[in-house]
């Protein structure tokens, strides 16, 4: 069983930046952020493989950075020039599979608030 645990949440002012962390309790393939925002889907942010691979969401092309540290065993996610449609609970997501796929382990959350 592989823990995660996210921290860096907020509230930011528009145009603003954040920069989340999660660290997992072992070595992991691939580690992934989702979010979801209130009445809505979970959807990908951004993933990235142990051999530094990423992959990211539509939402987050051109603004969100992942990141990861593999002694550390911890993922980063900083998030520049943010919207008020990025608000949303940012999710730490992990798997052993050595190919894209949906997590099969998560982290509690962290609320990201972008409000002025």
């Known amino acids: 069983q592989v823990q995660l645990v996210e921290s860096g949440g907020g509230l930011v002012q528009p145009g603003g930046s954040l920069r989340l962390s999660c660290a997992a309790s072992?070595?992991?393939?691939?580690m992934y952020w989702y979010r979801q925002a209130p009445g809505k889907q979970r959807e990908l942010v951004a993933g990235?493989?142990?051999?530094?691979?990423?992959n990211y969401g539509h939402s987050a092309k051109g603004r969100f950075t992942i990141s990861r540290d593999n002694v550390k065993n911890a993922v980063y996610l900083q998030m520049n020039s943010l919207k008020p449609d990025d608000t949303a609970v940012y999710y730490c997501?992990?798997?052993?599979?050595?190919?894209?796929?949906?997590?099969?382990?998560w982290g509690q959350g962290t609320q990201v608030t972008v409000s002025s």
């Open positions: 997501g992990a798997t052993y599979k050595t190919w894209w796929s949906y997590p099969d382990y």
């Open positions: 072992g070595s992991i393939v691939i």
């Open positions: 990235i493989t142990n051999g530094g691979v990423t």
